[in-house]
């Protein structure tokens, strides 16, 4: 079941990426197993089921390392895919003394748009962010420091090449691990509708459009878990390891976005 509420307003842009800120089967001959081919399909296929699924809960999880600096960013909440729209709380980490350095940001996502609250300084406590994300040049696979559950199920429509690695279990559920590679231009073009616009801007802006992945799949050919490598310059290299985990799925979702005068239009601190 999927409670699902709509208020579309306008609001103001914003642009930057958060994380910089932070520091940023069967077949083959004689019947033999072939399970490449077989995997492609599967994974290809990880969006699609998803939609069919409805909703589920999601734990997200943002490692990055640059210059010797390595931060990870955690998230957690719920995902309607049937309507491509999620929640997450994004928890920032904490600073050097283990303090608590920031508040949680509760991220609402849409098809085109990221919505923030508790975006950063200069914002009020009550006001939301609203970032267009074709305007990004990660298209929000990195920004909002967590990976769009939706989006990272759609970049696995460009995989290129995979390999099965073989049964295991995820938090009591048997899965099949798959690991390859997948190719943001060539996922862009095969996208749903909803997400096209987000990855064709992150084709554009990711020095190399060839992102490794491993997936792992239940036996009902839903996602159950997803790791992309993202690399990507901005003031020197940026290594990203995000990592999607689903499970509770039919768990009802509720999405419900700010009325317009609720989304600050002011200038943005970094």
């Keep these: 079941m999927v409670v699902h509420q709509h208020r579309r307003r306008g609001g103001a842009f914003v642009t930057g990426a958060m994380v910089v800120a932070l520091a940023p089967g069967l077949s083959g001959c004689g019947g033999q197993p072939d399970p490449a081919p077989d995997g492609r399909a599967v994974v290809r296929a990880a969006a699609d089921v998803l939609a069919r699924s409805g909703s589920a809960r999601a734990r997200t999880a943002m490692e990055m390392a640059t210059g010797g600096t390595r931060v990870t960013i955690r998230g957690e909440g719920g995902v309607d895919f049937r309507h491509r729209m999620g929640q997450l709380v994004v928890m920032l980490p904490d600073d050097a003394a283990g303090k608590a350095e920031h508040r949680p940001i509760t991220e609402l996502l849409t098809p ?135 499970y509770g799925f039919g768990t009802p979702v509720t999405v419900q976005l700010p009325a317009s005068g609720d989304i600050f239009a002011g200038k943005i601190a970094e």
């Design 112 to 246: 085109g748009a990221l919505y923030m609250k508790n975006r950063g300084a200069g914002v009020p406590a009550d006001k939301w962010v609203r970032v267009d994300t074709t305007s990004l040049s990660d298209g929000n696979l990195v920004t909002g420091g967590a990976t769009d559950p939706v989006a990272a199920a759609e970049l696995l429509r460009g995989v290129r090449q995979v390999t099965f690695v073989g049964d295991t279990e995820l938090a009591g559920t048997k899965v099949r691990h798959y690991r390859g590679t997948t190719d943001i231009a060539l996922a862009a073009r095969a996208a749903s509708p909803h997400a096209r616009g987000a990855l064709q801007a992150a084709a554009k802006g990711f020095s190399t459009d060839t992102v490794p992945f491993d997936a792992y799949v239940d036996e009902a050919g839903r996602l159950r878990k997803v790791r992309h490598r993202f690399s990507y310059v901005n003031n020197g290299v940026i290594d990203v390891s995000s990592t999607t985990l689903l």
